[in-house]
């Protein structure tokens, strides 16, 4: 008997999660209740200070624990929205590949010659999503074998071969300027094309630039590569799913045949990313330059750091290491935007690279952009996105002079040491509450134990939050976090 996986994007999944970390804090608040006092007699002494040792044990187990609950729920209600894992399957390969040894053998890929990927493709069949504004469909890829959701962005009054533009994509001229430039844009990880989608608020940030005519009428095309979960390859690998060719070989002359205006030509391509695809993009673009002309790195990093060539040998790193490959011999100009913020130390460690390359290869055109304010996240990103796509249509784009954060800023020291005191002041007055005897009513005592039991659970998130951002770097201010936690709510 077939049965559906459970769909951890579901608002009922994150309500299930939240009730249970609801009954694990009221469960948890009932072990702080008096365990007695020490007995004057020594005897007694000792069997009232293992008892009392042992409810603080336990306390501190399930204050833990009633923690860990809280984290699983903000987790979910932060998944719901960005769409990072759709099952419980998926979950499991992520720590699978966490923990385990990559395959290391990379296949010598190379695309047809120019004009044979148009031969006998049939443009993909493309509904429209009037909430997302986004064209979508699913795309079997004949030379990758894969099978995958595609999204695609494209101006208001735009759409694909035989489909009529709706009402939602608003009203415009009856013979717009053609579409000439199509950018292929791969998620990070974990992630996927809809969530990827839904952050970056295209319609309101993309079309008023074509409207202004500030860029030309620009396809932004989302695949989803996440593979169930497994940390994503941007390279074919052996026995792996081939994602570069379904990129280079399915997608991009499948998105010709529905939008035939877009010239195969590779001044008219572009490849970017986001954190994991931001560096998966200039290694696309350095071994198809003759598909994709220009690539756009927001958030990106130099080395590999998932997949198989995480794992691989010394030297197959060496040689994937984007600054590596952007150095060899070549015929056909490179040409690669890095985007990133000063908290970033990945994004900046590849920034001075690329910049470094741009004082010795003049004939290439590198350029880094830094900015003081912003993270690795979708708050920066969806600003650094227009500004790219200004920057390929030959507009300057420029870096922010380096200021120091205040001392209080979320990414800082200082907040950190705080929360983690308040914490640990938190917990020791919660598993002292075991030895005090009760001097107020039982419903008081059980209301303060409560609300003691609560406040120690979030100091202790806050702690976990505080901790993986300072090394990751998703949220740059007080206000970036609140604003993402209210974005979760809706």
């Given at each position: 008997m077939h049965t559906e996986p459970v769909n951890l994007m579901s608002g009922w999944v994150v309500l299930f999660a939240g009730v249970l970390a609801l009954c694990a804090l009221i469960g948890t608040s009932t072990l702080l209740r008096p365990a007695g006092h020490l007995s004057p007699n020594r005897e007694g002494a000792r069997t009232s200070f293992i008892r009392i040792l042992r409810r603080q044990v336990t306390a501190f187990i399930a204050l833990c624990i009633t923690t860990s609950l809280m984290c699983t729920t903000f987790a979910l209600l932060a998944n719901r929205t960005m769409s990072f894992l759709r099952t419980p399957s998926e979950v499991v390969e992520l720590?699978?590949?966490?923990?385990?040894?990559?395959?290391?053998?990379?296949?010598?890929?190379?695309?047809?010659?120019?004009g044979e990927q148009d031969q006998h493709v049939d443009p993909p069949?493309?509904?429209y999503d009037a909430q997302l504004h986004v064209w979508r469909g699913t795309l079997s890829?004949?030379?990758?074998?894969?099978?995958?959701?595609?999204?695609?962005?494209?101006?208001?009054?735009?759409?694909?071969?035989g489909a009529i533009p709706t009402a939602s994509q608003s009203d415009s001229a009856d013979t717009p300027i053609p579409l000439s430039r199509a950018i292929v844009l791969y998620h990070g990880y974990v992630?996927?094309?809809?969530?990827?989608?839904?952050?970056?608020?295209?319609?309101e940030r993309i079309a008023p630039l074509v409207e202004r005519g500030e860029i030309p009428p620009t396809l932004l095309i989302f695949p989803d590569l996440s593979m169930g979960g497994a940390e994503p390859d941007c390279v074919d690998v052996d026995g792996h799913p081939k994602t570069e060719t379904f990129v280079v070989t399915d997608l991009v002359p499948a998105i010709r045949a529905a939008f035939p205006s877009i010239p195969y030509d590779p001044d008219h391509w572009a490849v970017g990313g986001f954190s994991?695809?931001?560096?998966?993009?200039?290694?696309?673009?350095?071994?198809?330059?003759?598909?994709?002309?220009?690539?756009?790195?927001?958030?990106?990093?130099?080395?590999?750091?998932?997949?198989?060539?995480?794992?691989?040998?010394?030297?197959?790193?060496?040689?994937?290491?984007i600054s590596h490959l952007l150095a060899q011999p070549h015929d056909v100009p490179l040409r690669v935007l890095a985007m990133g913020?000063?908290?970033?130390?990945?994004?900046?460690?590849?920034?001075?690279?690329?910049?470094?390359?741009?004082?010795?290869?003049?004939n290439?055109?590198?350029?880094?952009?830094?900015?003081?304010?912003?993270?690795?996240?979708?708050?920066?990103?969806?600003?650094?996105?227009?500004?790219?796509?200004?920057?390929?249509?030959?507009?300057e784009v420029q870096s922010d002079a380096p200021t120091a954060p205040p001392w209080w800023q979320i990414t800082q020291t200082v907040p950190l040491i705080g929360s983690f005191s308040a914490w640990g002041i938190a917990m020791a007055t919660s598993l002292m509450r075991v030895r005090m005897?009760?001097?107020?009513?039982?419903?008081?005592?059980?209301?303060?134990?409560?609300?003691?039991?609560?406040?120690?659970?979030?100091?202790?998130?806050l702690v976990a939050l505080l901790l993986v951002n300072n090394s990751e770097v998703f949220f740059y201010s007080w206000d970036d976090l609140w604003t993402n936690f209210l974005n979760f709510l809706h």
């Amino acid at each position: 008997m077939h049965t559906e996986p459970v769909n951890l994007m579901s608002g009922w999944v994150v309500l299930f999660a939240g009730v249970l970390a609801l009954c694990a804090l009221i469960g948890t608040s009932t072990l702080l209740r008096p365990a007695g006092h020490l007995s004057p007699n020594r005897e007694g002494a000792r069997t009232s200070f293992i008892r009392i040792l042992r409810r603080q044990v336990t306390a501190f187990i399930a204050l833990c624990i009633t923690t860990s609950l809280m984290c699983t729920t903000f987790a979910l209600l932060a998944n719901r929205t960005m769409s990072f894992l759709r099952t419980p399957s998926e979950v499991v390969e992520l720590v699978k590949n966490a923990l385990g040894a990559g395959d290391t053998r990379v296949s010598a890929f190379a695309p047809p010659r120019q004009g044979e990927q148009d031969q006998h493709v049939d443009p993909p069949e493309l509904a429209y999503d009037a909430q997302l504004h986004v064209w979508r469909g699913t795309l079997s890829g004949a030379q990758s074998g894969l099978t995958r959701e595609v999204a695609v962005w494209a101006p208001p009054g735009y759409a694909p071969v035989g489909a009529i533009p709706t009402a939602s994509q608003s009203d415009s001229a009856d013979t717009p300027i053609p579409l000439s430039r199509a950018i292929v844009l791969y998620h990070g990880y974990v992630g996927t094309a809809i969530g990827t989608v839904q952050s970056l608020e295209l319609t309101e940030r993309i079309a008023p630039l074509v409207e202004r005519g500030e860029i030309p009428p620009t396809l932004l095309i989302f695949p989803d590569l996440s593979m169930g979960g497994a940390e994503p390859d941007c390279v074919d690998v052996d026995g792996h799913p081939k994602t570069e060719t379904f990129v280079v070989t399915d997608l991009v002359p499948a998105i010709r045949a529905a939008f035939p205006s877009i010239p195969y030509d590779p001044d008219h391509w572009a490849v970017g990313g986001f954190s994991s695809g931001a560096y998966c993009a200039p290694v696309i673009h350095v071994r198809h330059r003759d598909v994709f002309g220009t690539a756009v790195a927001m958030g990106g990093y130099d080395t590999p750091e998932l997949g198989a060539l995480k794992n691989a040998d010394q030297a197959t790193r060496d040689a994937f290491t984007i600054s590596h490959l952007l150095a060899q011999p070549h015929d056909v100009p490179l040409r690669v935007l890095a985007m990133g913020v000063y908290a970033d130390r990945d994004a900046m460690t590849f920034g001075t690279a690329l910049q470094k390359l741009a004082r010795t290869q003049p004939n290439d055109t590198f350029v880094s952009v830094m900015k003081s304010e912003g993270a690795h996240g979708w708050t920066t990103w969806r600003e650094d996105l227009p500004s790219a796509l200004k920057w390929w249509s030959g507009r300057e784009v420029q870096s922010d002079a380096p200021t120091a954060p205040p001392w209080w800023q979320i990414t800082q020291t200082v907040p950190l040491i705080g929360s983690f005191s308040a914490w640990g002041i938190a917990m020791a007055t919660s598993l002292m509450r075991v030895r005090m005897r009760m001097r107020t009513g039982r419903v008081r005592r059980a209301v303060t134990d409560f609300f003691l039991a609560a406040l120690t659970c979030i100091l202790g998130a806050l702690v976990a939050l505080l901790l993986v951002n300072n090394s990751e770097v998703f949220f740059y201010s007080w206000d970036d976090l609140w604003t993402n936690f209210l974005n979760f709510l809706h």
